[in-house]
């Protein structure tokens, strides 16, 4: 039985409860902390559980009844606390992004390797039945040769959205919607790719007042025999999620689309009905995941713990996102194309520099400690 301690108490942590709460045989929620400790309490209270309640993260790492903690504080407090936990003895998930800056990735890994405990990131979007399959075609090279990939990460925030003490700042949040929301399709990008050789970006904000960040960009990854074009934004009505990969012999897209074309004498397209059915039949071949998301990686992160099975995104998978981000944030400031990977002496290596060197789109000058609700939606499905 692993006896589970939460840090944080907004909506995200009532997700990690609900997911273990599916596998009772497992674990047990044993310890809820948060800063504002009557926010622990009255999420204790909702969520049924018999659980200490804490308002110092200290006091609930040096509890020996915790045997492993769900980091689910805002980005600024992931290291610390990762790095805390792990010295306590303690296995330690980690709600994304992982970190605020390469070096502290790093140190988070170091910490982990000298604890012999385990490190897991957060990344339920891996474990979703669509990108599971799109994966498995991609490994069986179905598609032939890839030639170019389109991931939007769109979704819609409104300005009051950054009204939290802690969103829309550079020192806190680490970044805007590429740090807070595109960091879920950064990882499926290097999850189903591998890592570029290079970016080129810009970022923007078109939308949002009180946030120093950006709202919108746009990033262009250079693999050498493919490209990848990424989108990210805030102001997007809908939320259209999408990954699209083009192949030699086919084009697949999530939420699940194919298509695929032979050429015409004049090099025109048309439809390849047996490309197009060879495609849809490898996919409805694949059988479904049987736990998705949250419920998945939080199960995965369990029997890592329980030693049954390896943990399925560890720090240093978890670190190739925040590289991706860092490159980004690079090229929008030099204008210049960004080469991977950056080293130890480059300026967004660290948090400090990098924050130094980020323009300030906005002046953040309204800030609450808390919302009167804590609901949130985690974005589309990303589709069958």
């Known amino acids: 039985m692993v006896k589970i301690g939460i840090a944080g108490a907004g909506a995200i942590a009532g997700v990690h409860i609900d997911s273990y709460k599916r596998f009772p045989e497992s674990c047990r929620v044993v310890a809820v902390c948060d800063s504002f400790k009557d926010k622990a309490e009255a999420m204790a209270a909702a969520k ?46 980690v709600e994304k992004p992982m970190a605020g800056s390469l070096e502290e990735c790093d140190r988070m890994i170091q910490a982990a390797e000298e604890s012999g405990k385990i490190l897991g990131i957060v990344s339920q979007n891996r474990l979703k039945t669509p990108v599971d ?8 090279k179905l598609l032939g040769q890839i030639s170019f990939a389109n991931f939007d990460s769109l979704w819609w925030r409104s300005p009051v959205y950054y009204d939290l003490w802690w969103r829309g700042t550079w020192a806190q949040e680490s970044g805007g919607c590429f740090m807070s929301h595109a960091v879920h399709y950064l990882d499926l990008m290097h999850y189903l790719f591998g890592m570029p050789s290079g970016v080129k970006a810009s970022i923007h904000n078109v939308g949002h007042d009180n946030s120093e960040c950006e709202d919108l960009g746009f990033a262009v990854f250079d693999y050498k025999d493919k490209v990848v074009h990424f989108t990210c934004s805030l102001v997007s009505h809908g939320e ?33 009905e047996a490309g197009k059915k060879a495609l849809e039949d490898a996919y409805l071949a694949m059988p479904d995941l049987k736990l998705e998301g949250h419920d998945a990686q939080l199960g995965n992160f369990l029997r890592a713990v329980q030693g049954e099975e390896a943990i399925s995104l560890d720090g240093r998978a978890g670190r190739k996102t925040i590289e991706l981000i860092m490159g980004i944030y690079k090229s929008s400031v030099t204008g210049a194309p960004v080469t991977f990977p950056l080293g130890h002496d480059d300026p967004f290596y660290r948090k400090e520099s990098m924050v ?13 400690d808390n919302f009167s609700s804590s609901t949130i939606t985690l974005g589309r499905d990303l589709g069958r």
């Open 240 to 272: 259209r999620q999408s990954i699209t990969v083009e192949g030699e012999k086919g084009s697949v897209s999530v939420p699940w689309t194919v298509s695929s074309n032979r050429s015409l004498p004049n090099g025109f397209p048309e439809e390849d």
């Open 133 to 140: 399959k799109l994966k498995r075609l991609l490994d069986r």
């Open 48 to 93: 049924g559980l018999d659980a200490k309640v804490y308002g110092d993260i200290g006091r609930m790492m040096a509890d020996p009844e915790v045997d492993a903690v769900s980091i689910c504080l805002p980005p600024n407090a992931h290291c610390s606390a990762a790095v805390d936990g792990l010295r306590a003895g303690k296995h330690v998930l």
């Open 356 to 368: 130094r060197l980020m323009p300030k789109f906005h002046e953040k000058k309204k800030s609450v």
